[in-house]
């Protein structure tokens, strides 16, 4: 398949060399022009255990390439990944201005049928928002789908080649499917590919994080209660 990643950062550059990896033909878009060019030369901006091996491979054989040209990522590709950061302000509420931004001009750059993939942790609802954002600049088909990802940091690699789950919300059969197949791949031994509707899907990953939190805060308070009573 051909597939495009919008983002060429932490979660984006491992869903983009790992889809390569197995297969596909990918092409990273950021607007960062220095990442862009030293990704070109096989230069990494972060490190990751395994990465580094994956993306010489995959850009010797051609499966991987970088461009800052959203509208060029777009065109060549039937699916769209959106790994863009979502930063939360001091009250807490999620900056969403560039994916909704990405989204006008994926609606812009649309000549065909797309189905847009949003990687990016946000709030329930973002897919609706997002749809309708590129409903405004696109009367063509497409499919908004709600895949978090689930990625330790040095683990990364590993964690997207051999999953604990694949979490997708999406009520359209075909993306379903076509996401399915997608992440075949890496669930040959165990399907562990778990379906559900939009919002749930991002709920999914709000609800994974925060208990998470909540071990961390646990033991924070076991740690502080065994320092008073010397256990």
Do not use: W
């Not at 461009?67 to 060029?72: D, P, R």
């Not at 991002?202 to 071990?215: D, G, H, Q, R, V």
């Amino acid at each position: 398949m051909h597939i495009a990643v919008i983002g060429a950062g932490y979660v984006g550059l491992v869903v983009g060399t790992c889809f390569a990896e197995s297969g596909n033909h990918v092409v990273c878009v950021d607007i960062d022009r220095k990442r862009v060019r030293e990704l070109r030369r096989g230069i990494l901006p972060i490190y990751e255990p395994g990465l580094q091996e994956l993306l010489d491979r995959n850009l010797r054989e051609k499966r991987l390439s970088f461009t800052n040209s959203l509208e060029k990522g777009v065109e060549a590709s039937p699916i769209v990944f959106v790994a863009l950061p979502t930063p939360a302000s001091k009250g807490g509420r999620v900056d969403l201005k560039s994916i909704l931004e990405v989204a006008r001009r994926i609606g812009k750059a649309m000549k065909e049928p797309k189905t847009i993939v949003l990687k990016s942790t946000v709030p329930v609802g973002t897919c609706d928002r997002v749809r309708r954002s590129i409903a405004a600049e696109s009367s063509l088909d497409f499919e908004v789908i709600s895949n978090p990802e689930f990625l330790k940091q040095g683990a990364a690699v590993s964690d997207f080649l051999s999953p604990d789950r694949v979490v997708v919300g999406t009520q359209d059969k075909r993306a379903a499917d076509l996401l399915h197949e997608l992440y075949r791949p890496f669930m040959r031994t165990e399907d562990r590919f778990l379906l559900m509707d939009e919002r749930s899907a991002e709920l999914t990953k709000y609800a994974a994080n925060s208990i998470l939190a909540t071990k961390i805060s646990f033991m924070n308070e076991i740690a502080s209660l065994c320092e008073r009573v010397g256990a």
